[in-house]
């Protein structure tokens, strides 16, 4: 199982970044895809998910500025960001749940990414 995220990088506040997260070796079309984020000394943050049917939900924080999207077809998922603040900075992850509950910890998680906001 793999999952490999990419898209991170540094940006000035107000830019946009798109984060992809490539899943192999899993049924991925039938998990509850999702992404976190975490900075150094706090733990890891949820940012939104999307389950198996499309339906999306993020956290209220970014809420009008950041979209979760998938493609079943080629085992991707997505963050589109936009209108970044420093406050975003962090290292974001891709993760996997097989069922989309608070109750259910990710059985998968990827390395992360890098995003910095300046």
């Known amino acids: 199982v793999q999952l490999v995220e990419s898209g991170g990088g540094s940006v000035q506040a107000g830019g946009s970044l798109r984060l992809s997260c490539e899943g192999s070796?899993?049924?991925?079309?039938?998990?509850?895809m999702g992404w976190f984020r975490q900075v150094p000394g706090k733990g890891r943050e949820w940012v939104g998910t999307i389950d198996t049917e499309g339906m999306t939900s993020v956290a209220d924080s970014v809420k009008g500025r950041f979209t979760i999207s998938k493609d079943d077809g080629k085992q991707s998922l997505h963050l589109q960001m936009n209108n970044l603040s420093p406050e975003d900075s962090g290292m974001y992850y891709c993760?996997?749940?097989?069922?989309?509950?608070?109750?259910?910890?990710?059985?998968?998680w990827g390395q992360g990414t890098q995003v910095t906001v300046s």
């Open positions: 993760a996997g749940r097989t069922v989309c509950s608070d109750h259910v910890k990710p059985r998968y």
């Open positions: 070796g899993y049924p991925f079309s039938r998990y509850c």
